[in-house]
């Protein structure tokens, strides 16, 4: 199976503990994005990577969140010292290379997600 | 900033009777528009998309959607709905100006009466 593959799918920790999520994106795809999804709310975009790049991170929290994709293995978010408010699904996505056409031409736009990591802090 | 509301929180409809679900969008140009379908406990898997063109698109499990831009909307549509298609439904807007990001609408839970 080539999809995007997260893990762990659940996670506990309780507050002041360090929480870190892996995401590894299908195979081919060289885009990873983050999203979090807070109960009874909708996705929200969190962290954009390209290898070894952060492409745009204007959706983290200023602290003790930090997104890394590296040159090898998975793309990582890693939040420190979590926080009750922390708990919520964590998703990961991914897409082939993104390209222009031309100047404000289309791109796939289609993002391939994962099953989540859920991250409960007690 | 681009945005989406999805206006009903939840809705409920009997087997084989006919599905609307509602997207409102706020883009300042021509949008790149999804739906997308989560099932309990699952990701998200996409249902549709719309990029230019015919503005009626066809998705996957018998779904459509009708792109109007005079009401900014990309309603989701399925004449006939089956049990199996209890889920969440999210309606998404692209960002056509780089990368890939999409802005989520806060989802339509649809549950279906046998």
């Known amino acids: 199976n080539a999809g995007v593959m997260q893990n762990p799918r659940h996670l506990v920790r309780r507050r002041g503990q360090e929480a870190r999520l892996r995401c590894s994106p299908m195979?081919?795809?060289?885009?990873v994005y983050w999203y979090r999804q807070l109960p009874e709310e909708g996705l929200k975009f969190m962290v954009y990577l390209q290898k070894e790049n952060i492409i745009d991170e204007s959706g983290m929290p200023k602290e003790r969140f930090s997104a890394e994709f590296p040159k090898e293995g998975p793309s990582i978010l890693r939040i420190q010292q979590v926080v009750r408010g922390d708990s919520a699904a964590y998703f990961c996505a991914s897409s082939p290379k993104y390209y222009r056409e031309n100047a404000g031409g289309p791109s796939s736009g289609e993002l391939f997600f994962g099953e989540g990591s859920r991250l409960t802090v007690l | 900033a681009q945005s989406v509301t999805q206006p009903d929180i939840h809705i409920t409809v009997s087997e084989g009777a006919s599905l609307e679900l509602r997207c409102n969008y706020s883009?300042?140009?021509?949008?790149?528009l999804f739906w997308y379908v989560q099932s309990p406990g699952q990701g998200l898997q996409l249902l549709l998309k719309y990029f230019s063109g015919d503005t009626l698109v066809q998705g996957i499990k018998g779904f459509e959607a009708e792109f109007k831009r005079s009401q900014s909307s990309f309603n989701l549509r399925k004449p006939s709905v089956h049990w199996s298609d209890a889920a969440e439904y999210f309606c998404a807007v692209g960002d056509t100006g780089g990368g890939n990001k999409l802005t989520f609408g806060t989802g339509t839970q649809l549950k279906v009466e046998l």
């Open positions: 195979k081919g795809h060289s885009h």
């Open positions: 883009y300042g140009a021509t949008p790149y």
